[in-house]
């Protein structure tokens, strides 16, 4: 089985995507944390690195080419990263987007960071822009366009727990048998 968690940054993938790996024992591959180290070992921080990337493609698309081979190559995986359903994309059993509201999201990263909220709404706003910049350009996606998603939630609605009930539920529940059919990922392209 293949899972794949997306959203932007605070949406609560992270949190998600380590349970529900471990109760349905897939191993976790996280784009996110890849990308924080790939920034670290150059001593940028994550902001800074995604700026870099605006300049230097290869970033992402050694980063995306990883990770849609996982996608294409392995089982048993959860895949977690902003375009994780997107580069799974017909491999993926099941896609799940996770949001919150901006402010939620820039609260959560600045408890996690330890950094004041205000930094961190420019910080993510530059980043989110930066990102949806790139994704179009190298690959032509929309990562506003939800419509590939067989689930989305709202992470500010409910309990980290409550989250993972329900997409645990839908795990569970879901028999390929039964499967009419996902929505189809079309008009990218996979040019790593």
Known sequence: MLVT???????????AAASLAEAFQLDHISGGDIFRELAAERGMTPVEFNELAEDDEAIDRDLDRRLRAIATDEDDVLLESRLAGWLAAEHADIRVWLHAPFEVRCERIADREDKPVAQVREETR???????????????????????????????????????????????????????????????????
């Open 126 to 192: 530059r980043r989110e822009v930066s990102e949806g910049k790139r994704y179009e350009e190298y690959y032509n996606i929309d990562i506003s366009d939800l419509t590939i998603y067989d689930i989305s939630y709202n992470t500010a609605r409910w309990s980290p727990e409550g989250v993972f009930g329900m997409i645990t539920t839908a795990v569970d529940s879901y028999d390929p048998d039964s499967d009419e059919g996902k929505e189809p990922v079309e008009s990218v392209v996979y040019d790593f």
């Open 5 to 15: 968690i997306s959203g932007p940054p605070g949406s609560g993938k992270s949190t």
